[in-house]
T-cell receptor, first 113, second 114 residues
């Protein structure tokens, strides 16, 4: 069974600085999707960024980018120029071949003004 | 606007009672999902459905039941057999097949057992 591990329960970053959230996963599949979702205090899940495993190029969305290392099964999220509105829980997720989305335990990001 | 609507947002239940959480989507998505979230934890999959009249158990299906009689609707019943039902429940939908792989989420329902 696939698993997703986020080893950082909480991270803190100074406003305008850069922070990287870690995620590793375990799978025997070769084709899959990986995601980072953001959950602010409102509890609404918001898609931050998506990566298809067959693409070697790392995905980017404005201030958000990933470092996808397929061989190492690593999928970290980098947030540049951090803003107060980035404070939230961040979940790494893996979409398997049966279309189940499996989540990590989350990382709480604190942004210091 | 297209989206996913969950109701009620807050629900209180006495021990021993069944309760049904509603999830409706107008995104024309084939696949729908129910997740449970406990404080400080990630989301765990309860049930999911790829097409009408078909659904599969997720990782924590015991004590829950679902139906998928219509494409737009995927209600979740929390039965009295669920030992610890107090939690936040999230419904999601996606296009069938891998597509973009993205799940769209509702705003959630918080269930409290008194």
């Amino acid at each position: 069974a696939q698993t997703v591990t986020q080893s950082q329960p909480e991270m803190s970053v100074q406003e305008a600085e850069t922070v990287t959230l870690s995620c590793t996963y375990d799978t025997s599949e070769s084709d899959y999707y990986l995601f980072w979702y953001k959950q602010p205090p409102s509890r609404q899940m918001i898609l931050v960024i998506r990566q298809e495993a067959y693409k070697q190029q790392n995905a980017t969305e404005n201030r958000f980018s990933v470092n996808f290392q397929k061989a190492a099964k690593s999928f970290s999220l980098k947030i540049s120029d951090s803003q107060l509105g980035d404070a939230a829980m961040y979940f790494c997720a893996y979409l398997d071949s049966s279309y189940k989305l499996i989540f990590g335990s989350g990382t709480r990001l604190l942004v210091r003004p | 606007d297209g989206g996913i609507t969950q109701s009620p947002k807050y629900l209180f239940r006495k021990e021993g009672q069944n309760v049904t959480l509603s999830c409706e989507q107008n995104l024309n998505h084939d696949a729908m999902y129910w997740y449970r979230q406990d404080p400080g934890q990630g989301l765990r999959l309860i049930y999911y459905s790829q097409i009408v009249n078909d659904f599969q158990k997720g990782d924590i299906a015991e004590g829950y039941s679902v139906s998928r009689e219509k494409k737009e609707s995927f209600p979740l019943t929390v039965t009295s057999a669920q030992k610890n039902p107090t939690a936040f429940y999230l419904c999601a939908s996606s296009r069938r097949g891998r597509g973009t792989g993205e799940l769209f989420f509702g705003e959630g329902s918080r269930l409290t057992v008194l």
